[in-house]
């Protein structure tokens, strides 16, 4: 049986899960009030709708949060790639009418697999072309173009009965550090900052965004606690006006659980000001989580919270004002899925992302053919950008091969980019770092000089210098981008 404390923390949790079931220890523990679910890409599956309906028949109120932004980041679509435009393209093509349908959608999709918070859109103003863990995933590098595109997205997503959470406050945009492995540290003019990164954040609370995600960095001149944990952080959104939920980035990140601990984060998290404590994604660890990795992290989690109440670290009165905030926010979006209709007017993300794609350089001329190779870094965890999809959609039934140049030696690269070369059909680059990593845009440079009529496909960030060859800038490592990059180059011999 559940205490009384352990109940009140219950209301401030946000766990994820093992599984395309729920599990005993969640379905007890949401009929003792726990707070909700977020869905990663190892819940989704056929009977997804069936799982919401039993999660919010344990907890009619719960909280059902996607992890869902469109382009290189989705979990519904996690085992074939996005269907919907990211960030960075909706940024590049600049029409707001298609960020709010992409809002709209988004919310549409969540909806009808019975969650009701999207964690997005992406509010950090990209200044740091190294930047490894936001980079697409954000609208642009430019205060105004982010904080346009940010209310659009908010306002589609919202109207849709669905509740916004804008990330990563107070704006994770100039960092090159990634906070799942890292805690990062920006050093910026504290003017300057304050100016470009915390814009788009504050125009989202003028335009009545439901809820706000922390980021887990440092910004020295607000003190030398990560903003998670940092009251006068968090407290700026309360001096705005900001009366929705704070949600706090994942918990199990190592910015926290390699400095403070789950438990302690979460109850620090809390005494700062946070309203709704992710705990993260348990299959995170890889080999090295547990089989029972979910309900170890959530309990570290609340017995942190009870441990604080009981030794007065954290008070009842923050915890109750916090629960009191989720609980609004259930209540909202339950009253407002009554009212909302899905006659929205069909979208047509296959014409957004075919506008947003560009060529750089002499069109190509068209293939019959693609021999893919995929240079692409690694998978981080917050972006699955080596996922095969992308590679495997672009090269159809050609050839493709995986070609890790971070580990490998130019002599392998140069015998790869040989194969692909004497390969019939036309030779495909797959990068998506041609600024920040040397060894990719090296990569491009001797293939050049063996094939000048190969191509380049970049699903990151524009390149700001050209590249040797023509480059098909994509903005973003999903299946309907490599699809509009196919169509680019075999759309005329197809």
């Not at 918070?117 to 430019?142: C, H, Q, Y």
């Not at 998290?269 to 993260?280: K, M, S």
């Not at 915890?319 to 009253?335: I, M, N, P, S």
Request: negative net charge.
């Amino acid at each position: 049986m559940t205490d009384d404390l352990e109940r009140l923390a219950n209301g401030v949790l946000w766990p994820g899960f093992f599984g395309t079931e729920a599990p005993a220890w969640l379905t007890s523990e949401l009929r003792d009030g726990l707070a909700g679910v977020v869905y990663f890409g190892q819940n989704v599956g056929e009977g997804l709708s069936a799982l919401s309906a039993e999660i919010l028949a344990a907890n009619p109120d719960a909280l059902i949060g996607v992890d869902e932004e469109g382009g290189s980041v989705t979990r519904l679509e996690s085992a074939t790639g996005s269907t919907l435009p990211g960030a960075a393209q909706l940024g590049a093509l600049d029409d707001l009418v298609a960020t709010e349908r992409t809002g709209a959608e988004l919310a549409r999709r969540v909806r009808a697999v019975g969650a009701n918070v999207v964690l997005g859109p992406v509010a950090d103003v990209n200044t740091d072309p190294r930047n490894p863990v936001i980079g697409v995933r954000a609208f642009g590098s430019e205060e105004p173009l982010v904080t346009r595109h940010v209310i659009a997205a908010v306002d589609g997503i919202q109207d849709g009965a669905v509740a916004a959470c804008i990330k990563h406050f107070p704006g994770h945009g100039d960092t090159h550090l990634d906070s799942h492995h890292a805690l990062p540290e920006i050093a910026l003019d504290i003017d300057e900052y304050e100016r470009v990164h915390l814009a788009p954040f504050r125009a989202a609370v003028e335009a009545g965004v439901d809820s706000i995600m922390t980021a887990h960095i440092v910004v020295p001149a607000w003190g030398d606690q990560p903003a998670t944990l940092n009251p006068r952080v968090l407290g700026m959104l309360r001096e705005w006006g900001f009366e929705g939920v704070i949600i706090t980035d994942a918990l199990d990140m190592a910015a926290i659980r390699e400095t403070v601990g789950i438990g302690g984060g979460a109850a620090q998290a809390l005494a700062a000001g946070a309203d709704l404590l992710c705990i993260g994604n348990p299959t995170n660890p890889g080999d090295d989580a547990l089989p029972d990795q979910d309900e170890r992290d959530f309990r570290a989690a609340r017995d942190g919270i009870v441990a604080a109440l009981r030794d007065g670290s954290l008070s009842r009165e923050r915890v109750e004002e916090a629960t009191g905030r989720v609980a609004a926010l259930a209540r909202k979006l339950r009253a407002a899925a009554a009212e909302v209709s899905d006659g929205i007017e069909e979208f047509d993300a296959t014409d957004v992302v075919r506008r947003a794609i560009s060529v750089v350089g002499d069109a190509p001329a068209a293939a019959s053919a693609l021999s893919v190779v995929d240079a692409r870094r690694r998978s981080t965890l917050a972006v699955d950008s080596a996922s095969a999809y992308v590679s495997a959609t672009l090269a159809d039934d050609g050839r493709r091969v995986r070609l890790d140049v971070a580990h490998t030696s130019v002599e392998e690269q140069d015998r790869v980019l040989d194969d692909a070369v004497s390969t019939e059909g036309t030779t495909v680059l797959l990068i998506d770092r041609p600024d920040a990593d040397a060894a990719q845009r090296a990569l491009v440079e001797r293939a050049a000089v063996r094939d000048p009529d190969a191509v380049v496909v970049n699903v990151g960030l524009a390149a700001r210098t050209a590249l040797p060859l023509p480059t098909i800038e994509v903005g973003a490592a999903s299946r309907l981008g490599a699809q509009m990059a196919r169509e680019r180059l075999v759309g005329a011999a197809g």
